[in-house]
């Protein structure tokens, strides 16, 4: 299982960097709904495989399709609101990305006591199905002009780098492949990426173009973004561990305490667009990076005979301004890049949040079992274990305001408002 979990996030990452010329080149509904179809193909093939080498190899074509829906997806909005909407476009958009860690869990567990296990991939079909109708209905079928051929050397150096880094962040530890080999993947990634680098930087047209980190507010987005987005990426792996093994709940009551963030998450979607025109982005970026880091820093504060309602609070809260955070990242993204760019700029944004979540949890684990190693590193969790690791994990978020500190007060004012 850890495996096909891993191919499908190493099938993401060889292939969100071409989402964005793909589109380009082919027109993003046409694109959209390939991407829609092949993701149902390897649900399919899911549901169908009897074997573990079938099984990976079907969860490699889900994320063939899933490596171009979110991107192009958000594309096709960026493109299709006039600017001073995106704010509340992005709001909701991210919507299915906050409950889909949260409520995935408990949804497959109820699916697989009660059906059978394939049924979570075959539930993925008449979704599939409605999604390539109202792509076709309410998608444009537009296409950019004299797109440039596909960088070859690029794609296969950025997708040599993420699929490495990818790959060996999360398989770091989990026993998937040996310590060594893991290592000598991270490291050929890293060279990988550095040669990118080079490369991306002499090319006319590169795959990812990271000329566009010259913009401020991009550069805000992408690394600020992902220095904060590794707290989102351990939260769903500390804290049901956190209410299972250290405080005895079932699963089910860890996944109810859990789904309060969402709650607060959806609370804060009307909230966005006022906020960041009453405040603009500078000032609730850095602001909320370090109010939404107190609020995970206060897990460090739970134990067994906490109160349920208290951890609700806290959790319904700290998902209220997690989400804010995420709203205003995604957003501030766009503000100086024109509809020429918006493709590259959409992908280089998807790269660093796919590398992002990856990280998060490695860190998360990394951490915990560091402090597990303390007291001799028995197989058991101890409920000391999740605090240093919830501290390590927020202060690397809240480094975030070293990017989120250098924009300027007006940055990205023609999409929030504020004047």
Not at 97 to 108: H, K
Not at 188 to 197: A, E, R
Request: aromatic fraction near 10%.
């Amino acid at each position: 299982l850890k495996l096909a979990l891993t191919a499908y996030l190493l099938s993401l990452a060889i292939f969100i960097p071409a989402s964005g010329w793909t589109a380009d080149r082919f027109g993003a509904r046409k694109v959209f709904r390939a991407a829609i179809l092949v993701f149902a193909l390897g649900s399919i093939l899911c549901g169908l495989s009897s074997s573990l080498p079938q099984f990976v190899a079907a969860r490699m074509i889900q994320g063939m399709g899933g490596a171009m829906m979110t991107p192009v997806g958000r594309l096709v909005l960026m493109r299709s609101v006039p600017r001073s909407e995106i704010v509340r476009a992005l709001a909701w958009l991210t919507v299915p990305a906050l409950i889909g860690p949260v409520i995935g869990p408990p949804l497959g567990g109820f699916i697989t006591t009660y059906f059978h296990w394939r049924w979570i991939f075959w539930i993925n079909i008449p979704i599939s199905i409605l999604g390539v109708a109202l792509a076709t209905i309410f998608i444009a079928d537009v296409r950019e002009k004299d797109t440039p051929p596909l960088d070859v050397g690029g794609f296969v150096m950025i997708g040599v780098a993420l699929s490495c880094l990818i790959f060996g962040f999360s398989a770091l530890g989990r026993g998937i492949v040996a310590g060594p080999v893991d290592a000598a993947l991270i490291l050929v990634g890293f060279l990988s990426l550095g040669l990118y680098v080079r490369h991306a930087l002499t090319t006319p047209h590169p795959i990812l173009d990271l000329r566009l980190l010259a913009l401020p507010t991009l550069r805000a987005s992408v690394g600020g973004g992902f220095l904060f987005r590794l707290g989102l990426g351990a939260t769903p792996f500390l804290l049901p561990l956190l209410f299972q093994m250290g405080f005895g709940l079932d699963p089910f009551q860890s996944g109810s305490l859990t789904f309060v963030s969402t709650l607060g998450a959806m609370a804060m979607k009307p909230t966005a667009g006022p906020i960041l025109k009453r405040f603009g982005f500078r000032n609730v970026l850095v602001a909320n990076a370090l109010i939404s880091t107190a609020f995970f820093l206060a897990n460090t504060l739970f134990t067994a005979a906490t109160p349920h309602a208290v951890i609700i609070a806290v959790l319904l809260t700290g998902g209220f301004f997690r989400s804010l955070q995420f709203t205003a990242i995604n957003a501030v993204a766009y503000a100086e890049v024109d509809d020429r760019r918006m493709s590259h700029a959409t992908s280089l944004a998807a790269v660093g949040q796919q590398l992002s979540l990856s990280v998060g949890v490695t860190l998360g684990a990394g951490a915990l079992e560091f402090t597990r190693a303390r007291h001799g590193g028995g197989s058991a969790l101890e409920v000391g274990d999740f605090a240093p690791a919830f501290v390590v994990v927020g202060l690397v978020s809240a480094a975030s305001v070293l990017f989120f500190s250098r924009l300027t007060p007006d940055a990205g004012a023609e999409i929030s408002g504020r004047r």
